[in-house]
């Protein structure tokens, strides 16, 4: 286990709704990033957040947003859900260092179904 | 970013060692190299990392050519539950914090 726990597992949502994801770093860890993984395929980046500040952002519109808090746990909010939402979102933590070289640990996920 | 290409699939037996290879001809000198394991619905865990030569821990071995143009994941004696996707990613030195995934490679282990 690597530590990072998310919530809810599991969620359903009708189109035009809004979703907010949690998780829950690594005890030491002050980064955390997410990512959206379409079935069949690889995570795609969303974005990162350190030290409460957005941190690098992938190819994901505006309607992706996110927070991260003082205790470095960190939400995603999704407005407007749109079918091609539908996917296993993933956060990873991990420790920022001078070195740049941290390894990201993933949570388990959360499985998030658009009908 | 260098972009990793690796086989769709593979197929081994029980007790049998895998090699996993992955080429990455535009690996910068600054990036490193990094390989995660996912099972189905869970997160991908991370295996082993390496900037040159070997690298092993108590779960793989990997290997890296001088010219670091390719990557070789090697897991010893698999079993059933080594049936997973592997991931192998290019990563840059600093907090760049984006990974990018391919499509990995699909480990069949059979009995």
């Known amino acids: 286990e690597t530590g990072v726990t998310q919530s809810p597992t599991h969620l359903i949502k009708t189109r035009g709704q809004q979703v907010t994801l949690r998780c829950s770093s690594q005890?030491?860890?002050?980064?955390v990033s997410w990512y959206q993984q379409a079935l069949g395929q690889g995570p795609q980046f969303i974005f990162q957040?350190?030290?409460?500040?957005?941190?690098g952002r992938g190819n994901f519109p505006p309607r992706f947003s996110g927070l991260q808090f003082p205790n470095y746990s960190s939400e995603l909010n999704v407005n407007a859900l749109e079918l091609d939402d539908s996917a296993l979102y993933l956060c990873?933590?991990?420790?920022?260092?001078?070195?740049?070289?941290?390894?990201?640990?993933f949570g388990p996920g959360t499985r998030l179904l658009v009908l | 970013l260098a972009k990793t290409t690796q086989p769709i699939s593979m197929d081994s037996y029980e007790g049998q060692e895998v090699n996993i290879t992955c080429s990455h001809n535009?690996?910068?000198?600054?990036?490193?190299i990094t390989w995660y394991q996912q099972f189905p619905s869970q997160g991908p865990r991370f295996i082993i990392q390496?900037?040159?030569t070997k690298v092993t821990n108590e779960v793989a071995s990997l290997f890296i050519p001088a010219d670091r143009k390719s990557s070789t994941l090697s897991l010893p004696r698999v079993s059933l539950s080594d049936t997973a996707v592997y991931y192998c990613?290019?990563?840059?030195?600093?907090?760049?914090?984006?990974?990018?995934f391919g499509q990995g490679t699909t480990l069949q282990v059979k009995p």
């Open positions: 990873a933590s991990s420790l920022a260092s001078a070195g740049g070289r941290e390894t990201q640990y």
């Open positions: 005890s030491g860890h002050n980064t």
């Open positions: 957040y350190y030290r409460e500040e957005e941190n």
């Open positions: 535009n690996i910068a000198t600054n990036d490193y």
């Open positions: 390496g900037y040159k």
């Open positions: 990613l290019v990563v840059p030195s600093g907090n760049t914090g984006k990974l990018i």
